[in-house]
């Protein structure tokens, strides 16, 4: 099962920040949070994953709160293109255990 | 890098027909993972091989269900014979062995077993 609770959609405007929020209040201290998505039609796509300090990569920044209950993926100036549905996943960081997806947040670019 | 290559892109099979999804991780990848997406269901796990080995198929649903990874270079999943609610699309992915290295996933296989 699914660790991770999030929105079954957003909209955002073209050109603004979209901030999607994820909750997991059970994680545990050893376990990441990774943020994938995916467009129509294909498979999903690693974004950015951290462990309790932020993260920014040229996709996305993520905060995760100080008590490492919830988090937010960040796309700073989304476009049209960031339309996808987006997974929120936590995961023991170690070794080689397969990432569980729950439902996720179907996020939608308006122009 | 070509990523991820699945094959075919689209299958189309009478009920009770054998078939074959393909799969070629990217090169180096020491763990593969075989994934199905439906609408009802969304992303499910089904197997996946470290080092050619498989490690976990609990989420297979049945025995018409197999996988096999011959090499580090090419792994199947067959369904015989296949059935109407196997009408999926089938995910491979693969992944390094640095603990913390991201999946990549190929564009899938979408099974439309009539």
């Known amino acids: 099962d699914a660790k991770t609770t999030q929105p079954p959609s957003m909209d955002c405007a073209e050109g603004r920040a979209a901030n999607l929020p994820c909750n997991h209040s059970t994680i545990s201290g050893n376990e990441y949070v990774y943020w994938y998505r995916q467009i129509h039609s294909q498979g999903p796509q690693y974004i950015i994953h951290?462990?309790?300090n932020n993260e920014t990569n040229e996709m996305a920044s993520l905060i995760i709160t100080e008590d490492r209950k919830s988090s937010t993926l960040i796309l700073p100036h989304a476009t049209l293109r960031d339309t996808a549905v987006y997974y929120c996943i936590v995961r023991v960081g170690s070794g080689n255990t397969p990432l569980v997806f729950g439902k996720g947040t179907r996020l939608s670019v308006i122009a | 890098d070509a990523g991820v290559i699945q094959s075919p892109r689209h299958e189309v099979t009478e009920m009770g027909q054998e078939v074959t999804l393909r799969c070629k991780p990217i090169?180096?990848?020491?763990?593969l993972f075989w994934y199905r997406q439906t609408m009802m269901r969304g992303l499910e796990l089904l197997i996946y091989f470290n080092n050619n080995v498989p490690i976990d198929d609990s989420g297979m649903p049945e025995d018409r269900f197999s996988a096999k990874m011959p090499n580090a270079s090419f792994s199947t999943l067959k369904i015989q014979p296949s059935e109407p609610r196997d009408s999926a699309v089938y995910f491979c992915a693969s992944r390094g062995d640095s603990s913390n290295s991201p999946l990549h996933f190929g564009n899938g296989t979408r099974l439309t077993v009539t």
């Open positions: 951290g462990l309790k």
């Open positions: 090169s180096g990848h020491n763990s």
